[in-house]
């Protein structure tokens, strides 16, 4: 394959990084600093001859973020993005503190996870895993897929209904 990983890459960047398109990047970066910890790359800030920023780059743990202003004529594209966190609680808190609603309260997932989702004031949808030594990824299990399918007759979960309200309210 061609694609880079490991030691290949760059410092601070994967294999795949996302890229946001946002109106207000500026305030999106210290939204992501706020709740996240990140911090911006300064040598990637880039403004174009518009005055919008065409490129930032914001670290947050071992990931990096691209962003930019979303020009006046672009389509809206929010980002779904999962970001493994140590204390769900304490992040959706410092979340909602900076403006986002909450679409998936902290609650038990699969694997002994708990997971939360919040949307941001510029429709990101940001899913929060709490990881923990008691907890395992799919990444931990056998490479099979799994044997268990949601029930046909049952309601959806309470998971399943709040993404489904919030893909559908986007």
């Known amino acids: 394959m061609d694609v880079l990983s490991g030691p290949a890459l760059p410092p601070g960047y994967g ?14 970066l210290r939204f992501v600093a706020d709740v996240l ?5 300064r040598a990637a800030h880039t403004v174009d001859a518009d005055g919008l920023l065409i490129h930032a780059e914001v670290r947050v743990g071992s990931s990096t973020i691209m962003v930019c202003d979303a020009k ?21 808190a410092r979340a909602r503190a900076a403006g986002a609603e909450i679409v998936t ?3 038990p997932f699969h694997g002994g996870q708990r997971l939360a ?22 990444s931990e299990a056998p490479d099979e897929l799994p044997s268990w399918r949601p029930d046909p007759a049952a309601p959806p979960s309470y998971v399943h209904r709040t993404i489904d309200g919030a893909m559908t309210r986007r």
């Not at 795949?16 to 946002?22: C, E």
């Not at 910890?37 to 790359?41: A, H, K, W």
């Not at 989702?117 to 799919?138: I, Q």
């Open 15 to 28: 294999t795949v990084n996302p890229f946001v398109a946002v109106r207000g990047a500026a305030a999106f």
């Open 117 to 138: 989702r919040v949307r941001d004031p510029w429709s990101t949808l940001w899913w929060f895993f709490e990881y923990g030594p008691a907890s395992t990824a799919p």
């Open 72 to 92: 006046p004529h672009w389509a809206s594209t929010p980002a779904l993005l999962q970001v493994y966190v140590g204390d769900v609680d304490a992040v959706v």
């Open 105 to 107: 309260a902290p609650t």
């Open 37 to 41: 910890g990140g911090r911006e790359t």
